[in-house]
């Protein structure tokens, strides 16, 4: 496993951006059943002006603890994972997890709709192919002449402040998603690693992201299990 914890480094507040205001259009009730046998409760939050205009979502889940800081995932879109259980990412794995863990504390996983690191499920698939021939994840994306990562968290950090959250721990293997919201202006206290989610075909993929962009996974153990 990774450390539990990881503290990012200070940002600049002075390149805080100044945020267009999204408010809350929906919030709404609803129980909840994964893949792996887990069940909650939660309630789902739509929002009015986001920045890109896509429908995101927040999941809040767990016990409300006013006062205390509140575990959040940013969680991008996997049809494939998510949904399909493909065993070629770890996002499906990761999604569970982190509505169990999150449910255990209260906090917020929000479901943002990032597929393909921001390519789009298409791209994604014509960047599976490529993987195909031998490239890794970051290579594929570069043959199509696209982005490595695409993502963009504006609209994380509106939902964010819609629900009144300036401050939380953030469970990410991912340290662009803690930069990028701290230059955002929202206080990133802690980044707290996931669980490692190996299988015999995302190993390589898994390695890519520690060698590549720096992910928190312990590379030692990023073998087939």
Do not use: W
Request: charged share 20%; proline share 5%; glycine share 10%.
């Amino acid at each position: 496993m990774p450390n539990s914890r990881n503290t990012p480094a200070p940002t600049d507040s002075s390149n805080t951006a100044d945020l267009p205001t999204a408010t809350v259009r929906t919030r709404v009730t609803v129980p909840l059943r994964f893949g792996d046998g887990c069940t909650v409760t939660a309630d789902l939050v739509a929002f009015h002006s986001l920045a890109d205009g896509q429908e995101h979502v927040a999941v809040i889940l767990g016990p409300s603890n006013p006062g205390q800081t509140a575990l959040v995932r940013l969680h991008s879109e996997c049809l494939t994972g998510d949904v399909f259980g493909s065993a070629r990412c770890d996002c499906g794995p990761q999604l569970s997890e982190a509505v169990e863990r999150i449910a255990a504390t209260g906090g917020v996983l929000l479901y943002l709709r990032q597929e393909g690191r921001g390519i789009g499920l298409y791209n994604k698939l014509d960047a599976y192919a490529l993987q195909d021939q031998g490239l890794d994840t970051y290579e594929a994306n570069a043959a199509l002449g696209l982005a490595e990562d695409a993502r963009d968290y504006t609209a994380a950090a509106q939902m964010l402040a819609a629900l009144g959250i300036g401050e939380l721990d953030l469970l990410s293997n991912n340290p662009d998603k803690a930069a990028q919201l701290g230059t955002l202006g929202v206080t990133v206290r802690e980044r707290v690693p996931t669980g490692v989610f190996t299988t015999a075909h995302n190993v390589r993929y898994l390695r890519a992201k520690v060698l590549q962009t720096q992910h928190t996974l312990p590379l030692t153990e990023l073998t087939a299990g």
